[in-house]
């Protein structure tokens, strides 16, 4: 037999969907508890699943690529991650918020320092792994040296280096939901949430409704990376200025400049905010989340595109929203209730500059508690020719918006159709 048959051959499965019985229960998880060592650790490894607490795995839908590398025999099942020297370049937190339940439900606050505030654990052989990663980077876009070139920016030479180079902290968050904290922020009862959560992913998860007693759920979807720019302490100081962008992913704008939308021109503009907020001795927060395509997908994303162009009468603001209905059945699914639990991580109880028209971000952020003092739109010379047909309907819908009103006419046609951008 050869090595490859050895490794692919299928051994012994061991079903999760219910417990053991006769084994010791998993430690419990008291969600919102100021003690981490009262509030339990995260651990979704399986090198012992006796220890197991949650349900689903680390990396999200990387997750799947993970299971690859076992099949094909590239990595060993059992591997232990060596966390020597991974630990967060700054430290963050912890805050106030991070001991209440009903601010942060969507992610671990403990997930950057687990090698710290779990060490007991890992003295008794847990192994538990950070959901959350922060180190210090360099970014550099073209556009920001054409801010410099223009005087919009200035080289400083700590937060704007010679050649456009932009010092920030960065962090990766993977997502971690407190299903009954979940429920609550969406309006629903947890059984129906824990049922339709197993009956929409094809039963891929079925300890949601065998193990009720696990309460925490790690999702196969993207996570979100927090850039931030100048004095950290300033994020959470009301007497220093802070600027935030909360932008969702898109990919064709973003990377590839794609022009039908204001996505990459909107991030750009938010992060010169943040340069500048910073350089007055503030501080700049860009999140950004994975969130393609509304959460509909770039599939989705794309038909709706072909959808669009191709309808009786062109590409039209009167019609932007229910092209993406017909389609998808829904305009946006990111849910954006659960978005400001980031903003609580990072301790924020108050923002000076919202760098968004959206007025789904806003009531979002405002009803979790933090206080917006001003919004900003993004400036008309920045919207590219393509995009105007979604920049008006979106100021149809309820964008803020500080120049004109679209006509009355618009106005009825898309009322109600709100979104985010």
């Not at 490859?4 to 969907?17: C, G, Y």
């Not at 997930?111 to 990663?133: H, K, L, M, N």
Request: net charge negative; hydrophobic share 40%; proline share 7%.
């Amino acid at each position: 037999m050869s090595e490859q048959s050895a490794v692919s051959k299928p051994s012994h499965i061991v079903l999760t969907s219910h417990p053991n019985r006769f084994g010791p229960k998993p430690t419990a998880i008291s969600w919102g508890d100021a003690d981490p060592l009262k509030r339990g650790p995260v651990v979704a490894t399986l090198t012992n699943s006796a220890h197991r607490n949650v349900i689903g795995t680390h990396s999200g839908s990387y997750a799947l690529y993970r299971a690859l590398a076992v099949a094909s025999g590239v990595l060993q099942s059992g591997h232990r991650a060596d966390l020597t020297d991974t630990s967060p370049t700054v430290r963050i937190g912890p805050h106030p918020s991070w001991a209440d339940p009903d601010k942060i439900v969507a992610l671990d606050p403990f997930g950057a320092s687990v090698g710290e505030v779990f060490q007991p654990f890992y003295e008794q052989g847990y192994d538990i792994r950070p959901t959350i990663a922060i180190t210090k980077a360099h970014i550099n876009m073209p556009e920001l040296q054409e801010a410099v070139a223009k005087g919009r920016l200035q080289v400083d030479g700590k937060i704007m280096k010679t050649g456009g180079d932009l010092v920030v902290t960065k962090a990766a968050l993977e997502p971690v939901w407190y299903l009954p904290g979940i429920a609550k922020r969406l309006k629903v009862d947890e059984g129906v949430l824990r049922k339709t959560l197993f009956e929409q992913t094809g039963g891929m998860f079925p300890e949601l409704v065998t193990r009720p007693d696990l309460l925490v759920f790690l999702p196969p979807i993207g996570g979100i990376t927090v850039y931030m720019v100048g004095d950290l302490d300033a994020i959470t100081d009301p007497q220093k200025p802070l600027t935030v962008r909360v932008h969702d992913e898109c990919n064709g704008s973003d990377v590839f400049g794609s022009d039908i939308c204001t996505c990459r021109p909107y991030l750009v503009h938010g992060i010169e905010a943040c340069i500048q907020t910073a350089q007055a001795g503030g501080a700049g927060i860009i999140v950004y989340f994975r969130k393609e395509g509304r959460a509909l997908g770039e599939v989705t994303k794309f038909l709706v595109y072909n959808a669009r162009k191709r309808q009786e009468g062109g590409d039209r603001a009167d019609a932007y929203f229910a092209r993406t209905e017909c389609v998808a059945g829904v305009q946006d699914m990111r849910f954006q209730e659960l978005m400001p639990d980031v903003l609580h991580w990072l301790g924020i109880t108050r923002i000076d500059r919202f760098i968004s028209m959206s007025d789904m971000k806003y009531r979002a952020i405002v009803n979790s508690g933090i206080e917006i003092i001003e919004r900003v739109p993004i400036p008309e010379e920045l919207i590219p020719a393509d995009a105007k047909v979604e920049i008006e309907a979106k100021k149809a819908a309820g964008y803020y918006t500080e120049g004109d009103i679209p006509d009355a006419t618009l106005l009825t046609q898309v009322q109600g159709r709100g979104l985010s951008d």
